[in-house]
């Protein structure tokens, strides 16, 4: 922005060289003003206070350490599984060192504070597609079930934090139904009623394929990829069991 104006100005009273001169000295003016804007802004995201900035590489995993706490704790119960399985994912997806780089950082300056689920949620939802949100949520129900069950306050977290991230109930109950075993879970899977029609079966399961097709995580880290797999074979199964149940 100054090097332009000062060129100009430089240009009116000596010229071509005046510009020139005007133009290195904006240039220096341009670069100081950056970092200082840089200074101001703290280069990061709080989502304790909800002030926003420049985002940093580690703006979302230490948002998703942040929600995976509120979903271990929301029970009342601090269980070493659910510890054990948000270590081992973040060391999968992030590598060793980085990991324990979030981890630290978490401890020292988010464990001890309020954390809002809200303006977490607020704050990475804009950032993320779609896809890659309920794969968070896919993760979290994850976290829930590392002791082998879904406690009603960690179904009612879950919930509430699938709201926030704007996840539609349907795609909500669908990733439900991947952990509770019922009856109609294969239709809950699709999306679908137990009395929907073979032609309504084929169609859903093409929608939901399509919806959780790994190769639309490509460009996200390898453990996303296999999340999505996982639903991905959860679907197939599901749409197996009807046909096998129709004789389709």
Known sequence: MFKWILAIIGFGFRGFIGAIIGFFIGSILDRLFQTQVKINSGGGFDPFSGRSA?????????????????????DGKVKQSELDFVRGYFVQSFGKERANAVFKTFNEVVKNREISAERICAYIRPRLGYEVRLQVLHFLFNIANADGHISSAEEQKLMQIANYLRIGRSDFESIKAMFFKSADDAYK?????????????KKAYRKMAKKYHPDKLQHMDEVYQKGAQEKFNKVQDAYERIQKERGM
């Open 54 to 74: 420049k985002v940093t590489p580690g703006d979302f995993e230490l948002n998703l350490l942040s929600l995976a706490s509120i979903v271990i704790k929301s």
């Open 189 to 201: 899977i699709l999306e679908i009623d137990a009395n929907a029609s073979n032609e309504e079966v």
